[in-house]
């Protein structure tokens, strides 16, 4: 079956520092969606991807998309505290959206 | 939050017994989840429902069923509780058009002793 795996599992990091999260697929994708769980929380949709090699900013956080459709990363600019959390990428099949496989996550610190 | 609620937040429950946990939404949508969320795998899907009576096995449905009578809830039943199943549940949802972000409840923490 289709396996998304995410690395690093964990990463800590000074407040002010970059950080940069990887996903990859053992399958061609349709789209690649990336979620935050804060601590005690439940998954929040950050953003979708669908074409090749598409890169989307929401203000410190840069996702991409790889060419082949079966990458993607999440990079994280300057971090503050409130970046701390679990962040999951998930990956869908072409033929519909069913079954999406959720990555295994990234639980970010933040050391202030 | 998109309407989504889960009940129990929390239970504890003894071994070999029967446990249901439900899934209630507000938004009328046709695509619902369960997942299970454990230290190391991220969130692993367990059955997934597409429309009333319309149900599907995930990557790890041994031991659960559910059950989808009416649009707004789906249920999920460990028929026999192992520690295994010891896991925080998440239930759901998932938009149609462009994007396909789904919502999540606020989750079950299940505790089998």
């Known amino acids: 079956g289709q396996q998304v795996m995410q690395i690093p599992q964990y990463q800590h990091v000074q407040e002010g520092e970059d950080f940069t999260t990887y996903c990859n697929s053992s399958?061609?994708?349709?789209?690649i969606q990336w979620y935050k769980q804060r601590p005690g929380g439940h998954p929040v949709f950050l953003i979708q991807?669908?074409?090749?090699?598409e890169v989307k900013k929401q203000k410190r956080l840069t996702f991409q998309f790889g060419e082949a459709k079966k990458n993607s990363s999440l990079h994280i600019t300057a971090t503050q505290t409130t970046d701390v959390g679990t962040y999951f990428c998930?990956?869908?099949?072409?033929?519909?959206?069913?079954?999406?496989?959720f990555g295994t996550g990234t639980k970010l610190q933040v050391i202030p | 939050d998109a309407g989504i609620t889960q009940s129990p937040r929390h239970k504890v429950t003894e071994t070999g017994t029967p446990v249901t946990l439900r899934c209630h939404q507000t938004?009328?949508?046709?695509?619902m989840y369960w997942y299970r969320q454990d230290p190391g795998h991220g969130l692993r899907l367990i059955h997934y429902?597409?429309?009333?009576?319309?149900?599907d096995k995930g990557e790890v449905s041994d031991g659960y069923s559910v059950s989808r009578s009416k649009t707004e809830d789906f249920l999920l039943t460990l028929e026999s509780a192992t520690s295994s199943q010891t896991s925080v549940y998440f239930c759901?949802?998932?938009?149609?058009?462009?994007?396909?972000?789904?919502?999540f409840g606020q989750g079950t923490r299940l505790t089998v002793v």
């Open positions: 399958t061609t994708l349709s789209n």
């Open positions: 938004e009328n949508h046709r695509y």
């Open positions: 998930a990956g869908e099949l072409s033929g519909g959206y069913q079954k999406v496989t």
């Open positions: 759901a949802i998932r938009t149609p058009g462009q994007t396909h972000e789904a919502f």
């Open positions: 429902s597409y429309g009333v009576k319309d149900t």
């Open positions: 991807l669908v074409k090749s090699g």
